[in-house]
């Protein structure tokens, strides 16, 4: 009988743990379809999107953005169909009444505000979510810099599904 060396036995466990069910499959959780990945906007996209959005974050430096945010990443996601994580997922936080995530348990104080998320908002709540608005749940100091937060912003209204206003038809 052959002897096994001390890594073989770890990698045969290894192997043999992995059964039929630990296969990639076509369909979603339940039989679903697996949801198609969302669309990647090209760099030429992103930067369309950040010179069409408004002064100052049309100045915004993205690959900063990115940076900055990555402190943010443990507790929130950007993705389109993201999950709440410890915070609830950002995609198409601009525009959306603030505490109005479905199935996100958000603090009473939060739930029961009365504004809608936008840029200064949000600006205003990365600079001190705790004095912003005292009694919400986010474990976050705050992001001291003026030009992080206008980073932050400008790369969260790019990869977040903003859409800009398009300029006003003149009038004939």
């Known amino acids: 009988m052959s002897r096994l060396t001390p890594l073989a036995v770890p990698l045969i ?4 743990a992995c059964g039929p069910g630990d ?5 979603g959780d339940e039989g679903r379809p697996a949801a198609k990945p969302a669309r990647v906007a090209t ?4 930067a369309s999107l950040l010179a069409a959005l408004p002064a100052p974050y049309n100045a915004g430096d993205l690959a900063n953005g990115r940076r900055v945010f ?13 999950p709440d994580l410890a915070g609830p997922n950002l995609h198409g936080v601009f525009g ?13 104080v939060m739930r029961t505000a009365e504004f809608t998320w936008d840029a200064e908002k949000l600006d205003h709540w990365l600079q001190n979510p705790k004095t912003f ?3 919400n749940k986010m474990n976050y100091p705050g992001l001291p810099d003026a ?23 003149p009038a004939s």
Do not use: M, W
């Open 147 to 169: 030009t992080d937060r206008r980073d932050v912003i400008a790369f969260l209204k790019v990869e977040t599904g903003y859409k800009p206003q398009s300029p006003a038809a």
């Open 23 to 27: 296969r990639p499959s076509k369909t």
């Open 96 to 108: 959306r009444k603030a505490g109005d995530r479905p199935r996100f348990n958000y603090s009473n």
């Open 70 to 82: 990555a402190r943010c990443r443990s507790c929130h996601t950007i993705g389109q169909d993201g």
């Open 43 to 46: 760099d030429a996209e992103k």
């Open 133 to 135: 608005l005292p009694g």
């Open 13 to 16: 466990l290894a192997l043999a």
